[in-house]
């Protein structure tokens, strides 16, 4: 019953926010800071981005936050691993060393998932980036850039976004 709440209240916050994100809103200079946010994809896909992502934004510092649908495991805490049992009742998060990661801006948020889930789309909200790029099937309300590959060819992602990333950066 409370992940429902949770669900309902995340859902409404999200359409009232969602028409706020259409456009790059500053200029790009440099990327710098990464936010990851990961939901239901195998870990070898997820450590292939993050691989990715570093050989192509060298010196950048990547946060991976991977979402489990049921709770987390107890072992890992970096990356940050939440579940619906890190967010109230009314989908504050209620992780402190992850809200702590959040207050600091982005430069660009990856939304890589597959399926459209608001606790993730609500974290990447709360992460402040002029940037959002996520996949067609999931995030046309969420994301500046609609990236229309699958989930699994990663390296096809990623020069895709390093290619758009550059002409963002030239104009």
């Known amino acids: 019953m409370k992940q429902w709440i949770q ?9 009232k926010l969602a028409p706020d994100v259409n456009r790059v809103q500053t200029p790009i200079k440099e990327i710098k ?8 994809v195998p870990t070898e896909v997820q450590q292939e981005l993050i691989t990715q992502l570093k050989s192509h934004f060298n010196g950048s510092e990547i946060l991976v936050c991977i979402y489990f649908v049921k709770q987390k495991s ?3 805490m970096e990356p940050f691993e939440i579940s619906a049992s890190d967010f109230s009742l009314t989908g504050s998060l209620e992780h402190p060393a992850l809200a702590t990661a959040l207050e600091q801006p982005f430069d660009l948020v990856v939304h890589y998932h597959e399926s459209n889930n608001p606790f993730v789309s609500w974290l990447g909200f709360q992460m402040k980036a002029p940037i959002r790029v996520g996949f067609k099937a999931v995030s046309q309300n969420i994301s500046n850039l609609i990236l229309d590959v699958p ?12 290619k758009y990333i550059n002409i963002l950066k030239e104009n």
């Open 7 to 15: 669900t309902f209240w995340l859902k409404r916050h999200l359409k």
């Open 33 to 40: 800071r990464i936010g990851v946010l990961s939901s239901n």
């Open 74 to 76: 107890a072992a890992a």
């Open 151 to 162: 989930i699994t060819a990663v390296d096809l992602f990623v020069n895709e976004l390093n």
